[in-house]
C-alpha cells in the first residue's frame, strides 16, 4: 500500500511560477514511476507529466518546455516546477503511480492562474 500527498498548490496570476510535491509513504520501494495529473472543471483528468525512478521524465504537449518534473528517490518525494503558468492550467493537479496493476491517488491540490 502507497500514500500520496501532494502539496504546493494555490493562486498566482498568468507568466507566474508554483512548484508542486508528491510525498510518498508506505510501500514506497514499489514505485517505479510517479505521474502528475490534472483535472480542469468540466474536462477529463489529462497526463501532465511523467518521471521513472531511474529520471526519464516525459511530458505532454502543452506543457513541455513550462513544466519540469523530477524526483528525489531517498525523499520518496516528486516536484512538479510549473514556470509560465497560463489560466488554462487551472485544474486539480493529481500524483499517482501504478503498482501491481492497481493504480494510487493522492487527494489533489488546486492550482488556479488568473489572467
Known amino acids: 500500500q502507497v500514500q500520496l500527498v501532494e502539496s504546493g498548490g494555490g493562486l498566482v496570476q498568468a507568466g507566474g511560477s508554483l512548484r508542486l510535491s508528491c510525498a510518498a509513504s508506505?510501500?514506497?520501494?514499489?514505485?517505479?514511476?510517479i505521474s502528475w495529473h490534472r483535472q480542469a472543471p468540466g474536462k477529463q483528468r489529462e497526463l501532465v507529466a511523467t518521471?521513472?525512478?531511474?529520471?526519464?521524465?516525459s511530458y505532454a504537449g502543452s506543457v513541455k518546455g513550462r513544466f519540469t518534473i523530477s524526483g528525489d528517490n531517498a525523499k520518496d518525494t516528486w516536484y512538479l516546477q510549473m514556470n509560465s503558468l497560463k489560466p488554462e492550467d487551472t485544474a486539480v493537479y493529481y500524483c499517482t503511480t501504478l503498482i501491481d496493476s492497481r493504480r494510487h491517488w493522492g487527494q489533489g491540490t488546486q492550482v488556479t492562474v488568473s489572467s
Open positions: 508506505g510501500s514506497t520501494l514499489s514505485i517505479r514511476f
Open positions: 518521471i521513472s525512478r531511474t529520471g526519464t521524465p
